[in-house]
Structures are given as C-alpha cells and as structure tokens.
C-alpha cells in the first residue's frame, strides 16, 4: 500500500466528486482528502454547454424532489458568474406524446409559480412569438423559466484549483479495481495502492466497472456544436438546441448510439433535421462533434448509498447530472460526517 490512509478518498474530479470533496473540506476541514482523476478524459462536461433544467416531460414532474434538487444545484452555482438563467420552450408535437406532456406540465404549474417561475402555454397559432414553426409545434408549446445553462468543464476546472489551493491532494491515475480486504477500503490504480478511512465512488461512467453492486448501465448521447448563431434562449422537442457561453449554438440528443461521430453522418444530421424542424430560420453547421456515455441506474434514481464498509456511490444520474449531483453529494457528505469521515 502507497503510505498511510488518508481520512477520504474520492475517486472522479467530475461535478460529483468536486461537490464532496467541497462539502467535506468546508465541513471538516481538518480531513485529509485526496481526490483521483482519470488523465484520460476530462472530469466533467468537456463541451461548451451544460444545460440545467427541472422541466416536466413525459414522465417527470416538478415535484418536491425536484424542486428540491434544482434549488440545491442553484445553490451551488449561485455566486457563479458563468451560470445563465434560460427560459426553455419545448414544441408539442404528435410524435412526443403531447397529451402526456400537458398534464405534467399541468400539474407541476402550481408548484414552478410557487417557486418563481412563470410556465405558460402557447397556442399552435402563435408559436411564432416564441421562434418555432408551426410545422415544429403543431400542438403549441410549453415554456419555462426553470432552466440555467454553465460552462461546467470551464467551472470544474476552476474549482479543482480551489480545492488543491485549499490543501486538497489532486492525484491523476486511473482506477482498476475497489480493493475487498478486512481492512481500511483500498482501490488499485495506475500508480499504485491508495488506502482511505472512506472512499467516494463519483467516477461516472467508471462505477458500473468498479462498483457493479450499484447496479448501473451506461447510455450514450450525442451533442454537435454549431457555428455562431444568436439564440436568446432553449428549445426542446426531439433534439434540444441552446445558446452557448462562447457565442456558438449546441445541439443534440440524450439518446444516440455511442460512436464517434463527425459533422456529417447519420447522427448528426439526424441532429440537425430535427433542429430545423425547431428553429428552421437557423443555419446549424455544426463546428464540433460530440458524444459521451452516461451512467444510469435501473430505477432511473440516483445511487447515493454505502455499498461496501467505508465505501459510498455518488452517481448513476444519467443525463441529470446538473440537476441531480448537488443534492447527491450533500446526502453523501452527511453520511460521511455521520461516520467520521
């Protein structure tokens, strides 16, 4: 084993392992903390935009959970000059189930003006005053308030500095295997053993390998950076299209098979078919491609919990990351606080 154990050890720099380790070292400040990156990929967004928003669809609501959820992760940007409040329109339309929408959006109305916002319903014959088309937004559309965008790479890079300054250890290593011992918890890395009196798993993608009690599956999704291209706010419906913080457009899809795509396959100009359809006034040629994996539980809820002795999981957001980590991490540094770590 690499020296003696430090009080806590969180494995990946990303949103949710920034956020614990912040929590710990405000907390208790006298922890050791040592945080694990991978040097083969950037800990979080690594794109222009991360979008946050606690929209109603199909399924979800702006429940308590939500709301509470989203006020934590405003919270956590509040003294953010980066972070970018955005009114998000999303298109009704045949093939998005648009019945089902409108009752989600009807029954989260109350609580969303209760909290601040101002939803409202936009007839089919007036969609143009929100900037879609008709053939966009045959059912009309729905818009909120609720929704901010981040540069979060640019963000988590900015607060990795902080932590280090801080006295936190920012160790780049790659990440084999969460040790089973009768002893202090342990993970194998590229650079050898680390031993800790508690490890946070927040390695996003990386805990269906390293933690497969947590019971996570990875889905992929696919994002093209557009040209510059002025936009005042979000739209949803099929692909989501939002202003950038570097004066370019990003759009894409939560859903795509993982690839590696280019500016003009399949999907990608599937991307930009269904943001026309929005936005058909725009010219979307994208300038960057990506895709990333993400990981989700099975109960499409986040995996906050003490798999091991002395070893937590923060992660399994899928792609509510924005919205849901904030929240996540507070949960695990009580528990770490409750358990000396």
Request: glycine content about 12%.
């Amino acid at each position: 084993m690499s020296g003696p154990p430090v009080d806590l050890l969180v494995v990946g720099a990303g949103l949710a392992g920034v956020l614990v380790a912040e929590g710990v070292r405000r907390r208790a400040p006298h922890r050791a903390i040592t945080m694990v990156h991978d040097p083969r990929h950037a800990s979080g967004s690594h794109t222009p935009l991360a979008l946050c928003h606690a929209l109603p669809g199909r399924s979800l609501r702006y429940d308590d959970d939500t709301a509470r959820a989203f006020a934590k992760t405003r919270a956590a940007f509040a003294n953010d000059p980066a972070a970018r409040p955005l009114d998000i329109v999303r298109a009704l339309h045949p093939g998005h189930d648009p019945d089902r929408m409108r009752r989600t959006f009807e029954q989260s109305r109350d609580a969303l003006g209760r909290d601040g916002f101002a939803p409202r319903v936009i007839s089919p014959d007036a969609v143009g005053t929100v900037g879609l088309s008709p053939a966009a937004a045959p059912g009309g559309a729905l818009v909120y308030g609720a929704g901010f965008s981040i540069p979060l790479g640019r963000v988590l890079e900015q607060r990795r500095r902080a932590l280090v300054a801080a006295g936190v250890q920012l160790r780049p290593a790659v990440v084999h295997e969460v040790i089973a011992s009768s002893g202090p918890p342990a993970v194998r890395t590229s650079a050898g053993h680390l031993v800790a009196r508690h490890i946070v798993l927040a390695a996003g993608t990386g805990l269906s390998t390293l933690c497969p009690e947590a019971g996570l599956d990875t889905e992929a999704g696919a994002l093209a950076v557009c040209a510059p291209v002025s936009l005042p706010g979000a739209y949803a419906g099929g692909t989501f299209l939002a202003p950038a913080h570097d004066g370019t457009v990003a759009l894409g899809s939560t859903h795509q098979p993982a690839h590696a795509p280019r500016d003009d396959d399949d999907a990608t100009r599937a991307l930009r078919r269904a943001a026309a359809r929005l936005r058909p006034d725009l010219d979307l040629r994208p300038r960057q491609v990506f895709w990333g994996e993400r990981a989700f539980a099975r109960s499409r809820r986040p995996v906050v919990d003490e798999v091991r002795p002395g070893v937590f999981v923060c992660g399994g957001f899928g792609g509510g990351g924005l919205l849901r980590a904030p929240a996540a991490a507070d949960r695990v540094v009580d528990a770490l606080l409750r358990a000396g770590g």
